[in-house]
C-alpha cells in the first residue's frame, strides 16, 4: 500500500500548477470537464442528476457568451469612433485576450483539481479497507473531510471565476489606456485569488497523502 500511495504522491504533488497570467489571441469558451466532481461527498448520485448539473453549466457558458457577444459589439461601436485606428485595433485585441486568458487558466485550474479528487477517491478507497481490517483511520478520515472542504471551495471558485467577463469598459478614446490596464489589473487579481484556493486543496491533499502514508501503511506494515 505505501508503494501505491507513494505513486499518489508523485501524480498529485510533482504535477505543476498553471501560472496564474500570461498571454492568448483568440477568444476561446472552454467547457468544463464533465468529470470535475469530487469523491463521495461531492458525488451526484444518479445519472439525472448529473445530466442537470451539465445542463446548469450549458446554460451558464452559453449566457456568458451572449454577454461577452453584446458587450464585444458595444466596444466595436466605440471603437469605430476612435480617431487613432492603431490604438483601437490594440483595444480590441486586448479586449479579446482577457477573455481568453481567463477562459484558459479556469479551464486549466479545473483540470488540475480533478486531478485532486481522482486520487482523493484513492485515499478514501484505501482508507475503507484499511479501517474494515480493524485498524485506526480517524486522522486519516479527518485529513479526508478537510481535503474535501478545500475542494468545494475551490470548486466553486473556479466555477464563479469562469463566470466572469472581463470585457473592456472604454470611457472615451483619450482614457482608453487606463480603461484597457484596469480590465487586465482585474483579471490578474481574480485569477491570483482563485488559484490560491486551489493552493490551499493542494496542500489539504498533502496533508491527507502524508497522514494516509503514516497511519494506513504503517497500519498495513507497509507490505502492499
Given at each position: 500500500?505505501?508503494?501505491?500511495?507513494?505513486?499518489?504522491?508523485?501524480?498529485?504533488?510533482l504535477?505543476?500548477l498553471?501560472?496564474v497570467?500570461?498571454q492568448?489571441?483568440?477568444?476561446?469558451?472552454?467547457?468544463?470537464p464533465?468529470?470535475?466532481?469530487?469523491?463521495?461527498?461531492?458525488?451526484p448520485?444518479d445519472?439525472n442528476?448529473?445530466?442537470?448539473?451539465?445542463?446548469?453549466?450549458?446554460?451558464?457558458?452559453?449566457?456568458?457568451?451572449?454577454r461577452?457577444?453584446?458587450?464585444?459589439a458595444?466596444?466595436?461601436?466605440?471603437?469605430?469612433k476612435f480617431?487613432?485606428?492603431v490604438?483601437?485595433g490594440r483595444?480590441?485585441?486586448?479586449?479579446?485576450?482577457?477573455?481568453?486568458?481567463?477562459?484558459?487558466?479556469?479551464s486549466q485550474?479545473?483540470?488540475?483539481l480533478?486531478k485532486?479528487?481522482?486520487?482523493?477517491?484513492?485515499?478514501k478507497t484505501?482508507?475503507?479497507?484499511?479501517g474494515?481490517a480493524?485498524?485506526?483511520?480517524?486522522?486519516?478520515?479527518?485529513?479526508?473531510a478537510?481535503?474535501?472542504?478545500e475542494?468545494?471551495?475551490?470548486?466553486?471558485?473556479?466555477?464563479?471565476?469562469?463566470?466572469?467577463d472581463?470585457?473592456?469598459?472604454?470611457?472615451t478614446?483619450?482614457?482608453?489606456?487606463a480603461?484597457?490596464?484596469?480590465?487586465?489589473?482585474?483579471?490578474?487579481?481574480?485569477?491570483?485569488?482563485?488559484?490560491?484556493?486551489?493552493?490551499?486543496?493542494?496542500?489539504a491533499?498533502a496533508?491527507?497523502?502524508?497522514t494516509?502514508?503514516s497511519?494506513?501503511?504503517?497500519?498495513?506494515?507497509?507490505?502492499?
Open positions: 500500500m505505501r508503494k501505491i500511495l507513494s505513486i499518489l504522491v508523485a501524480v498529485a504533488l504535477t505543476p498553471y501560472p497570467y500570461a492568448g489571441s483568440q477568444p476561446v469558451m472552454t467547457r468544463p464533465k468529470t470535475a466532481t469530487a469523491p463521495g461527498l461531492l458525488k448520485r445519472i442528476a448529473v445530466e442537470k448539473r451539465m445542463d446548469k453549466v450549458e446554460d451558464r457558458l452559453a449566457s456568458l457568451k451572449d461577452m457577444a453584446s458587450r464585444a458595444e466596444l466595436r461601436k466605440k471603437l469605430d480617431r487613432d485606428k490604438k483601437a483595444v480590441e485585441a486586448i479586449n479579446n485576450n482577457l477573455n481568453t486568458i481567463n477562459s484558459r487558466r479556469t485550474m479545473q483540470e488540475a480533478q485532486i479528487a481522482n486520487v482523493l477517491e484513492r485515499i484505501k482508507t475503507a479497507e484499511t474494515s480493524g485498524k485506526d483511520v480517524t486522522a486519516v478520515n479527518a485529513a479526508i478537510t481535503l474535501e472542504t475542494w468545494a471551495q475551490a470548486d466553486a471558485a473556479i466555477k464563479a471565476q469562469a463566470d466572469k472581463y470585457s473592456v469598459v472604454v470611457n478614446e483619450s482614457t482608453v489606456k480603461d484597457a490596464s484596469s480590465a487586465r489589473d482585474s483579471l490578474k487579481t481574480d485569477l491570483q485569488a482563485t488559484h490560491t484556493q486551489l493552493v490551499e486543496a493542494r496542500q491533499l496533508k491527507a497523502l502524508s494516509a502514508l497511519s494506513i501503511s504503517g497500519g498495513a506494515n507497509g507490505s502492499e
